[in-house]
C-alpha cells in the first residue's frame, strides 16, 4: 500500500462513453499526477497539478480532461476516446518542495477502449 | 524532449546471479530514481539518488548517480525469485512539481 488509491482498478468503455478515473492519496501531499503506460513504451506524463493548480499539460487530446477539486483527489474524465488510448493510467503524488521530491504511485487503472 | 536509454532491455539470469542494468541521457538530470513495477501494480520507488557520483544501497540493492549527471545504474546481488518484475530508472531535471522522464524498463525474469 503506497497511500495513492486508484478507482476502478479496471475499465472498459465504448468509444461514445463518458467515464472518470479517480485518485487520492493519504500522504499529506500538494502535487499530483496522471502517467499513461503503454506497452513497450515509457510512462508518459499527462498532467501535473501542484496546489490543485495545473501546472503541465504534456499536448495531451482534450478528450482527456483533469480535475483536481483539492490537494488530496484527482479525477481524470474520460470521453469519445480511441481505441488507441488503452493503456494503464497511474496516478502519482509528491510533496512539492525545493529539495528533489519522490513521486509515490498508485497501483493504476487498466483501461480498454472498444 | 528529454529521454532515458535504458538497457537491457530484458535479463534472464539464475536465481543467485548477480544483476547489472544502467540508463543514459542526452541531458543532464538533478536526480535519479530507480523504481519496480511488478504485474498488476504501479512503481515503487527503491533507490533515490540526489548528488552526482552518489553511491546508494538498499539492502541488496545498490546504484549510483554517474558523475557526469547523465547516467546511473542499478546492481542487484544474489538475485531471489521475488526479484522478478521491471526495473524502470526516472530522472528528474527541477525539483517542485516537474514530471519524472522514465526509461522503457528492464524486465528481469530469474529462471530456477
Known amino acids: 500500500e503506497t497511500g495513492v488509491t486508484q478507482t476502478p482498478r479496471h475499465l472498459v468503455m465504448g468509444m461514445t462513453n463518458k467515464k472518470s478515473l479517480k485518485c487520492e492519496q493519504h500522504?499529506?501531499?500538494?502535487?499530483m499526477y496522471w502517467y499513461k503506460q503503454s506497452a513497450k513504451k515509457p510512462l508518459e506524463l499527462m498532467f501535473v497539478?501542484?496546489?490543485?493548480?495545473?501546472?503541465e499539460n504534456n499536448s495531451v487530446p482534450s478528450r482527456f480532461s483533469p480535475e483536481c477539486p483539492n490537494s488530496s483527489h484527482l479525477f481524470l474524465h474520460l470521453h469519445t476516446l480511441q481505441p488507441e488510448d488503452s493503456a494503464l493510467y497511474l496516478c502519482a503524488s509528491s510533496r512539492q518542495s525545493k529539495n528533489p521530491v519522490i513521486q509515490y504511485f498508485g497501483a493504476g487503472t487498466r483501461l480498454s477502449v472498444l | 524532449g528529454q529521454q532515458l536509454n535504458q538497457s537491457p532491455q530484458s535479463m534472464f539470469i539464475q536465481e543467485g546471479e548477480d544483476v547489472s542494468m544502467n540508463c543514459t541521457s542526452s541531458?543532464?538530470?538533478?536526480?535519479w530514481l530507480w523504481y519496480k513495477q511488478e504485474p498488476g501494480e504501479g512503481p515503487v520507488l527503491l533507490i533515490a539518488l540526489y548528488k552526482a557520483g552518489e553511491l546508494t544501497s538498499n539492502g541488496r540493492l545498490t546504484a549510483q548517480f554517474g558523475i557526469t549527471r547523465k547516467d546511473s545504474f542499478l546492481n542487484i546481488s544474489a538475485s531471489i525469485p521475488s526479484d522478478v518484475g521491471i526495473y524502470f530508472c526516472a530522472g528528474l531535471w527541477g525539483g517542485g512539481a516537474d514530471g519524472l522522464t522514465f526509461g522503457k524498463g528492464t524486465h528481469l525474469i530469474i529462471q530456477p
Open positions: 500522504l499529506g501531499h500538494n502535487a
Open positions: 541531458s543532464i538530470f538533478n536526480t
Open positions: 497539478y501542484s496546489l490543485e493548480e495545473r501546472v
